[in-house]
């Protein structure tokens, strides 16, 4: 075998294989299309669902699937300073209601913690904050995104910041 070859002999190589993946592409994509076509869903009981967190139309015979990726609107905010004399509150309540979805929450400031607690639920996960979002000095900003949502049911949440000079957000989708 030569390990030496001319540059005649590599573009010659380079565009037999260029040829063959072209070839395979133009071939695979039609198998690909009709196996993924031919894919039926059985056995799901098909009555109208609901469209999902504020709106009100109903989808017949579909299969619920819903991704909100971090959209919606503001649905809290706060600040960790533990000072509720400047209308910015350390602790807020999001109230429970099937169509509100959390889709992230951002915490902001050097060393500061946002607590989540359901009290509704302490029977189930004890008592204390279900969830802890910390930041440190090196990182002053936290993000917990949730693509397919947190949706507030059966229990309230309380958010509760402390640690000094830090602010909280609340994203998602207010239900009414």
């Known amino acids: 075998m030569d390990l030496y070859q001319t540059g005649r002999e590599k573009r ?5 294989a260029l040829i063959l ?4 592409s133009m071939v695979a994509a039609p198998v690909v299309s009709a196996a993924v076509q031919a894919v039926k869903v059985k056995n799901i009981d098909t009555k109208a ?3 999902g967190a504020g709106q009100n139309q109903l989808s017949n015979n579909a299969v619920a699937v819903r991704t909100l990726a971090g959209g919606g609107g503001l649905i809290n905010n706060g600040d960790c300073d533990g000072d509720n004399t400047d209308g910015r509150l350390s602790t807020k309540t999001v109230a429970a209601n099937p169509n509100t979805v959390i889709t992230a929450l951002i915490l902001s400031g050097p060393d500061v913690t946002l607590g989540v607690s359901a009290p509704a639920l302490t029977s189930v996960t004890g008592p204390g904050n279900v969830l802890e979002l910390q930041t440190t000095t090196q990182n002053p900003t936290a993000t917990l995104a949730l ?3 947190l ?3 059966p229990s309230e949440l309380v958010f509760s910041c402390t640690g000094g000079d830090g602010n909280w957000v609340i994203l998602g ?3 009414s």
């Not at 010659?12 to 037999?16: G, H, L, N």
């Not at 993946?21 to 395979?24: E, K, N, P, Y």
């Open 173 to 175: 989708q207010l239900g």
């Open 21 to 24: 993946a072209l070839g395979v």
């Open 12 to 16: 010659q190589i380079f565009a037999i």
């Open 147 to 149: 693509g397919n949502g």
């Open 49 to 51: 669902i609901p469209g």
């Open 151 to 153: 949706q507030l049911t």
